[in-house]
């Protein structure tokens, strides 16, 4: 195992590498280290992305009307958060928009509370990870946007006084740029440093201080889900309301 490597990494690095440079040679790409072509931040990704299906999996055959169990009430009230955030954003005919945020909010929460267990790091502490899911939200958005207006979309960009029409192009322009580069740096500088922190904390001071600090990484980890999410919705209001 190389140095700062965590055993999940080595261990496909060691069985998987093989796997890892075919893909990439599809995309006519060479990883820096053939031999340890796994970073860790995919490899906890591609775990956090296992556990959500296997318990998805496990969950949906004992999903009952009757009498739901305690996963089914969790996942329900998590269900009635988000379609009551995204009412009250004011999104129109919020339904056909909640598959996706509400696989964004699960698979952000997820990714950022995996680094509570020991050996494991929350692939969100990387930009490529939150890199990646800004730009699903642009592409999202704006493909919304496309499809409620057409080409008319466009017309956003001109804003509301013809006169001022080529500056504020430059302004819109720069402003939806702008916008995963936001949510980027957001939610990876925010995780990262809630990491750092408890790290330190838990090898300096005693049980009770990084018990505190864990409970502050959960919050954190919540809270950052939710507001990545949360702006999404509002992206996607923009995009697709008419008034706008």
């Known amino acids: 195992m190389h140095e700062h490597e965590p ?28 031999e340890r072509p796994w970073a860790t931040w995919l490899v906890m990704e591609l775990l956090v992305a296992a556990i959500i299906v296997v318990l998805f999996a496990a969950l949906r055959p004992r999903l009952s009307v009757d009498n739901p169990g305690g996963l089914q009430h969790l996942f329900e009230s998590l269900h009635d958060f988000i379609k009551t955030t995204v009412q009250e954003t004011g999104i129109e005919h919020p339904d056909k928009f909640l598959p996706y945020f509400g696989a964004v909010f699960i698979f952000i929460l997820f990714m950022n509370l995996i680094g509570i267990i020991p050996t494991f790091e929350s692939p969100t502490m990387s ?18 946007g496309f499809r409620e207006h057409g080409p008319k979309y466009l017309a956003q960009l001109l804003g509301p006084v013809l006169w001022l029409s080529p500056l504020m192009v430059i302004i819109e322009i720069i402003s939806h740029l702008a916008r995963p580069l936001s949510l980027t740096i957001r939610l990876y500088a925010n995780m990262l440093a809630g990491e ?21 990484h959960v919050f954190v980890a919540f809270l950052q889900a939710y507001i990545f999410t949360l702006l999404s919705m509002v992206y996607v209001r923009g995009a697709v309301s008419h008034e706008h």
């Open 7 to 34: 055993w999940l990494t080595a261990l496909f690095n060691d069985h998987l590498a093989g796997v890892a440079n075919s893909i990439l040679g599809i995309f006519k790409i060479t990883a820096e280290n053939p």
């Open 127 to 144: 930009a490529s990870v939150t890199l990646g899911l800004a730009l699903c939200t642009f592409i999202y958005y704006n493909g919304w």
């Open 196 to 216: 750092q922190v408890t790290t330190a904390f838990e090898g300096v001071v005693a049980l009770l201080v990084p018990v505190i600090f864990m409970g502050l």
